[in-house]
């Protein structure tokens, strides 16, 4: 499944540029979440079926996707409904944060995400 689910190779070119061209909310994010420092392995700008995700731990069948000013227009709300039931419907629990909430609040963020950590994990 995961060869079926995962980064298609069709998409390998659009995940390049969006791992290449980071928003500045994306970019700080990452800064926490990059080489386990949660404890935990994050991926980012990761293929899941016909989507790219901003950043995705397998361990955990998390993703969280940081979310910009044009995520609250009606079609691209609905884009992103239909975005989040299809990750659910494989498994994958979807955390949504806005630009706005990692730039002002990087650690709440943080503290968001690891409430998604099973109970018994002890993060850093």
Known sequence: MYYELFNKPQKKS?????????TRPEWLLWQELKGSKLGYKFRRQQGVGLYVVDFYCPELK???????????????????????????ENGIQVLRVTNVDVRESLEDVLELIKQQFPKDHNHP
Not at 14 to 22: D, I, M, T, V
């Open 14 to 22: 659009f995940r390049k540029q969006l791992r290449n061209e980071p």
């Open 62 to 88: 998390l993703v969280v996707e940081v979310d910009g000013d044009t995520h609250f227009e009606p079609v691209d709300l609905q884009r992103d409904n239909q975005r989040s039931i299809y990750l659910t």
